[in-house]
């Protein structure tokens, strides 16, 4: 247990962040990943804390936990490597102002979301990236996770698009800092909810999703469509039978919805969707940032992804230097990225 407590608090340090004791429970690596056996309950979890706690292997600080051989944590945008050699306290003082912008930002893009819902198609959304982690900036964007309606995927998009434009909230690939802002950067269909590209990053990123729009329980299903999370992760993918956060449900707006999707269910709807799904993946496909080396860009009938400069390789390299540190030989790979 002691190897499955580390590795997970040492992903949290790759990753940027001081865990909880619930959040090491919930995130925690699974242990025959790590060379150990048994299912640690969260009583396990909480008494190994304190043990290696006392020990002076892991320091704690209000609640949170950080490995006591810290070397590397991801700092922000600003460093040219991405890394930062930092002492503790710094990491420490860092989370507890995430906190509070974490608190802020989820109040304005709640509130900010409620139109999402007016777009014809949309089955769920929930936040990812920084605001679903807790780890926020003033800074950061609004990630957000997209389950639509098989056959009007690229419809969804060009929805979500027009709505969150005409707030002034959508963030637009000219911007690298845009401060809540929209960012849609995954989309899957509600007949695709199986991931196909896999790894401990991947499949950590799906166990952090934060759904605040599901009406008919579409993420219970990509749960279970994602059993191969637990080979990584012990929990694997488990978004419990509430909602942590919810947009407030509109009659008027969901009435707009349902005759829009009337419409666009006929003939009419599917001829708009073939145009978009041409012009959309024209469009992609002849963006230099899309076959650029470091991330993952995807548009098909069944998916769309957007993460051209994504932080999987480093985060896991980081991981796979702390791993090696902790006597470890296993070394996870990424999930195919450029």
């Known amino acids: 247990m ?12 790759a990753s940027g962040t001081p865990l909880t004791v619930v959040q090491v429970w919930r995130h925690l690596i699974a242990p025959g ?56 306290d710094r990491v420490f003082e860092r989370r ?6 974490n608190a802020d930002k989820w109040r304005s893009m709640l509130s ?6 007016v777009v014809p198609f949309v089955r769920a959304l929930a936040a990812s990236g920084s605001l679903a982690a807790g780890t926020t900036g003033r800074d950061s964007d609004w990630d957000l996770f997209v389950i639509a309606r098989h056959g009007r995927l690229y419809t969804v998009r060009l929805g979500l698009v027009l709505v969150s434009a005409l707030q002034g909230r ?3 690939k000219h911007q690298r800092i845009a401060p809540d802002r929209f960012c849609f950067n995954h989309y899957v269909t509600d007949q695709g909810l199986k991931i196909r590209h896999r790894s401990l990053f991947v499949a950590d990123a799906l166990a952090r999703l934060v759904p605040f729009y599901d009406p008919d329980n579409l993420f219970g299903r990509l749960a279970q469509a994602n059993g191969w999370t637990r080979t990584y992760l012990m929990h694997g993918v488990a978004y419990g039978p509430r909602m942590r956060q919810t947009i407030h449900p509109s009659r008027p707006l969901t009435i707009v919805r349902r005759i829009a999707e009337a419409v666009l ?3 009419l709807g599917t001829i708009l969707e073939t145009v978009l799904c041409r012009w959309q993946q024209w469009r992609i496909d002849r963006d230099p940032v899309t076959h650029a080396r470091g991330g993952r860009v995807i548009a098909d009938d069944r998916e769309i992804e957007f993460h051209p400069r994504s932080a999987e390789r480093g985060t896991l390299a980081r991981y796979n230097r702390a791993m090696t540190r902790l006597g470890i030989s296993l070394t996870e790979e990424d999930s195919g990225l450029h």
């Open 170 to 172: 959508l963030r637009t």
């Open 265 to 267: 269910s006929s003939s």
């Open 112 to 117: 900010h979301s409620r139109w999402l819902q």
């Open 2 to 13: 002691e190897y499955a407590v580390l590795a997970t608090l040492y992903y949290g340090a």
């Open 33 to 88: 990943r790590v060379g150990t056996d048994g299912v640690p309950t969260l009583g396990h979890i909480t008494r190994e804390l304190g043990r290696l706690t006392a020990t002076g292997q892991v320091w704690e600080r209000d609640g949170w936990y950080l490995p006591a051989h810290l070397t590397e944590v991801p700092m922000g945008q600003t460093e040219s490597a991405g890394t930062s050699a930092v002492t503790a």
């Open 96 to 101: 507890l102002v995430q906190a509070n912008i």
